[in-house]
């Protein structure tokens, strides 16, 4: 799974404000993965729905975390291919990892918000206080 896939950000001065957005699984793995390696240092999430969740981070603890990843992935994938090579793997981590930086998304914080007040603003507008199931169904069928 590309836990980068799940993930926007928006810029808030010096700090990141990280959005992941999928099923409960895919935000738990893309967490778990940007904990264990130096993404961000925030051991819980705060779930905005319960298909998204965000947490706090900043650029240098991306860029870390990105090389991190990368150099994971080229060991575990290929550990062969680097032996006998000082740095070898790192180097081609950094270079993976500065790709990657460069792909992050970003959003601008109004979006969000936005998207947030609709969801909210949608589960509201279908809660209805209704005298009878019967009568919710047969309003329902008419379309009413």
Do not use: C
């Not at 650029?59 to 090579?85: C, D, H, W």
């Amino acid at each position: 799974m590309n836990t980068l896939n799940h993930i926007s950000f928006e810029k808030n001065g010096n700090t990141w404000l990280g959005h992941i957005i999928g099923t409960s699984e895919e935000i738990e793995l893309t967490h778990n993965s940007l904990y264990n390696s130096g993404g961000t240092n925030s051991k819980t999430l705060d779930y905005v729905t319960a298909n998204h969740a965000t947490f706090w981070t900043t650029k240098s603890a991306m860029e870390n975390y990105l090389v991190t990843r990368n150099l994971n992935i080229i060991l575990n994938e290929t550990p062969e291919k680097f032996n006998g090579q000082v740095g070898g793997a790192l180097a081609e981590a950094r270079k993976l990892g500065a790709k990657d930086f460069e792909a992050l998304s970003f959003v601008d914080p109004r979006s969000f918000a936005a998207a947030i007040h609709e969801y909210q603003f949608s589960e509201v507008k279908e809660v209805q206080k209704v005298e009878s199931f019967s009568n919710y169904l047969v309003a329902q069928a008419r379309g009413v």
